[in-house]
């Protein structure tokens, strides 16, 4: 069952890193923002992709263990479609997980609040517009924190490497177009590209990541590291100007082309007309 329409199934099709990415360019949009109007529709669209992301985490998970379960696809249509969010967050960590797991608190908080705001965006119901105090009020870049900290969070009660992505980064450069944003499904990529950044990692250390991207701790020291990074873009590799490159701007075509042209001259190469 898919809705009752054909499955379609793509390699970059995860919804929860489409979610996330969106979320994090609509935080950036609105840090950027020309006017008020503009930083209300990139606030507005951040909301929306944040209880998206964690609903499609849940889901996701969900997902996978009741399959595993031998739940039939009827079985696990209903269950997503059907049960709250507000259950979902508060209840499936520790079903999934299989042992206690709870997203904190103050984690928590900050998802209901933005919940709400979501809701009165959605179903406006106010007699006034005080709807546009609560979004010039709003901190974007907090709430996709704590979208990346609920991801985390789901990922340590596995016993799980987090995902690279939920620290705001990706990779760009797949399909001949150097500002394509890709997922990388190989961790190792990762930890080469924090090695190349000089930055603490060891790609030839088994299970790096099983010991260094495993909890919030963590998360808060590599994040840390990448926000102090002094460049947007890890240095490209000589003889490899085409490789996939990790970047804070991936959403920023004119800047990544700039890098990609570049690393091309530095290399002996022509620049590319894409």
Not at 65 to 78: F, H, N, P, R, Y
Not at 151 to 159: C, D, F, H, L, S
């Amino acid at each position: 069952m898919n809705g009752g329409a054909t499955e379609v199934w793509r390699w970059e099709g995860n919804t929860d890193w489409h979610y996330f990415c969106s979320m994090s360019y609509a935080a950036a949009q609105a840090r950027e923002a020309a006017n008020p109007f503009m930083r209300y529709h990139a606030i507005r669209t951040c909301v929306y992709f944040a209880v998206a992301t964690i609903e499609a985490h849940l889901n996701l998970w969900m997902r996978i263990k009741l399959e595993s379960d031998g739940i039939s696809e009827a079985g696990v249509w209903k269950r997503l479609r059907t049960t709250k969010l507000d259950d979902k967050i508060d209840k499936w960590p520790t079903e999934i997980c299989g042992r206690r797991t709870e997203i904190a608190s103050e984690i928590r908080a900050v998802l209901e609040q933005y919940k709400a705001l979501r809701d009165e965006v959605t179903h406006p119901k106010r007699r006034d517009h005080s709807v546009l105090v609560d979004l010039e009020k709003a901190d974007p870049d907090g709430l996709a924190d704590a979208v990346a900290r609920s991801i985390v969070t789901i990922a340590e009660g596995k016993g799980e490497p987090f995902q690279y992505w939920v620290l705001g980064w990706n990779y760009t450069g797949m399909n001949g177009d150097p500002s394509y944003p890709c997922q990388l499904n190989n961790g190792n990529a990762f930890i080469y590209s924090l090695k190349g950044m000089d930055l603490p990692a060891d790609p030839f250390e088994i299970d790096w990541d099983k010991r260094n991207m495993a909890s919030i701790s963590d998360y808060e020291r590599i994040k840390l590291q990448l926000d102090d990074y002094e460049f947007d873009i890890e240095p490209y590799w000589v003889g490899m100007p085409s490789r996939p490159r990790l970047t804070r701007r991936w959403w920023d075509r004119e800047y990544l082309m700039g890098q990609y042209n570049e690393a091309l001259q530095i290399s002996g190469d022509d620049p590319k007309s894409l």
